[in-house]
């Protein structure tokens, strides 16, 4: 027996909010102001995956990221990222390294349309 896929009408038919589904959270390990840079051991991401971030117990993101805004990935290796407002954009900068725990959080992606 062949592998099943849900497409997009499956999920959305199923009163699944657009957006609601996301993977594992993962803990940033450190956000480096002078270099822009936030840090997850093999972080996976790929040019301008959309990604947000959220706050664990008493943490406080870097200036200026916020919490409810979808962000682009500009990957600078496998461990490291920064990124942008708008797919190819410029890197955001970091102006403040925040207090952690805070974490990476990426959506689960693309649905296969049929």
């Known amino acids: 027996m062949g592998v099943s896929y849900a497409t997009r009408s ?19 390990a450190r956000a480096d102001d002078v270099a822009g840079t936030l840090e997850v051991e093999g972080h996976g991401l790929a040019k301008n995956d959309t990604l947000s971030f959220q706050v664990d117990a008493a943490g406080v993101l870097p200036t200026p990221l916020a919490l409810g805004v979808t962000y682009f990935a500009i990957v600078v290796d496998e461990d490291h990222f920064q990124v942008a407002l708008v797919a190819d954009g410029a890197a955001i900068a970091l102006t403040s390294t925040g207090t952690a725990p805070f974490s990476l959080v990426v959506p689960i992606g693309p649905m296969i349309d049929t």
């Open 10 to 28: 499956d999920v959305m038919g199923s009163g699944v909010p657009r957006g609601s589904l996301v993977r594992p959270s993962r803990e940033i």
